[in-house]
């Protein structure tokens, strides 16, 4: 049997709680004998502050890099609101992100028929909806060099960011896109500005040319991101992967969770070069920390327990058992399983703890 090596780093507020839900899913899934899963728990976020006075030890980096998958929780929170920019609970992400050069986050926006009219659009629209943001992570506006803010002699400041791609970062992050489509619906909408950016000019060149040189037998539209944005909400379904950059993929990526219902149900995944046969990767929930519902058992453990099933499917090649996942969270949903953030009006709420029962029930 298979043997795959996890760090779970539960982090802060409900990242422990329904990190726990998740560890639960994941012994079963050993049990039920689908592989052997071997786990080990560390620090990060403020909880690792407190202990160690940063927010990731080398020793937790360590761990992730020898780990074949790192599952994450939720980091953050008012008790650590004051402490300094380089070491605040989000630096322990950030820094993981880098080092284990996390380029390519996927975000998949699933509606569960159960859900659908808990969209923000119209349950017809977004009814069966299934897409997958692929967003480049690690590049563009948010990282080029010169990033400031200057003073000019009339007195006036003036801000400058800089948004720099090149073509290895483009190509990897497509090739990312185009081979999730082919084991999908087998199609790709690339999304970008090359009517006003240059690195709108050179994306859109780059992932033509792979497209034809090696993914020739992938659909493939260009569109540009304010269009995407309008689709998204006017017919979401016609898409299937929809691969941008880091600045426009934040922006879609929220745009296209809001389309499914609750933050609690939202899962992700960032995975990185591959090295050795491995590909880097790390599974967190889009939520964060939550803390105004901590320690409640009040917090949904759904999008977890979806990004468990990405591990399953994307790190570890188990994509029967990620289907056999996928389909007890939608089963569980139907049976009318809610936590109070889906729960709407008149529905009783069970606890975190009881919607991990459940999805082992019905697995
Ligand atoms: P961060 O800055 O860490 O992203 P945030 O303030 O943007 O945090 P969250 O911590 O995700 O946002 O919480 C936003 C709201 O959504 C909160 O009111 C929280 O209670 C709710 N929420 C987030 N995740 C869940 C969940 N898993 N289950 C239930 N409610 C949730
Ligand atoms: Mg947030």
């Not at 880098?98 to 569960?112: Q, S, V």
């Not at 995407?228 to 745009?255: E, H, W």
């Amino acid at each position: 049997m298979a043997s795959y090596k996890i760090l779970l780093l539960p982090g802060d507020g409900i990242g422990p709680e329904v990190a726990h839900e998740a560890e639960k899913v994941l012994a079963w899934f050993g049990r039920a004998g689908l592989g052997t899963f071997e786990t080990e728990t560390d620090l990060v976020g403020g909880a690792a502050i407190d202990a160690h006075g940063v927010p990731l030890t080398e020793a937790a980096l360590g761990l992730a890099k020898a780990a074949d998958a790192v599952l994450f929780g939720a980091v953050g929170g008012p008790k650590w609101a004051g402490v300094p920019y380089a070491v605040r609970p989000e630096a322990g992400l950030l820094r993981l992100r880098k080092d284990l050069g996390l380029f390519a986050n996927l975000r998949p926006a699933i509606c569960y028929p159960a859900l659908a009219a808990a969209s923000s659009l119209k349950p017809e629209l977004v009814e069966g909806l299934d897409l997958m943001i692929v967003r480049e992570l690690t590049g563009g506006v948010y990282f080029g060099e010169p990033k400031e803010i200057v003073t000019l002699e009339d007195g006036q400041r003036r801000a400058v960011d800089t948004q720099i791609y090149t073509t290895g970062e483009i190509e990897r992050i497509a090739a990312v896109a185009f081979d999730l489509a082919r084991k999908r619906r087998n199609k790709v909408a690339s999304a970008e500005k090359h009517n006003v950016m240059k690195s709108g000019v050179l994306w859109k060149d780059v992932v033509t040319r792979l497209h034809a040189e090696h993914y020739a037998d992938v659909g493939l539209e260009h569109v540009l991101a304010d269009n995407c944005a309008m689709q998204l909400v006017r017919n979401p379904k016609q898409y299937d992967v929809v691969v941008t950059d880091n600045l426009f993929g934040d922006i879609l990526s929220d745009v296209a969770a809001m389309l499914t219902g609750s933050l609690g149900m939202l899962p992700s995944a960032s995975l990185g070069a591959v090295e050795n046969g491995t590909r880097r990767a790390l599974y967190e929930p889009v939520h964060g920390s939550a803390p105004d519902i901590a320690g409640q058992n009040a917090a949904n453990p759904l999008a977890m327990i979806g990004s468990l099933a990405m591990a399953l499917r994307y790190s570890f090649g188990l994509s029967d058992a990620a289907d056999r996942l996928d389909a007890a969270i939608t089963r569980t949903l139907a049976g009318g399983t809610r936590t109070r953030d889906i729960a709407g009006t008149g529905v009783n709420a069970v606890g975190t703890g009881e919607m991990g029962d459940a999805i082992i029930r019905e697995l």
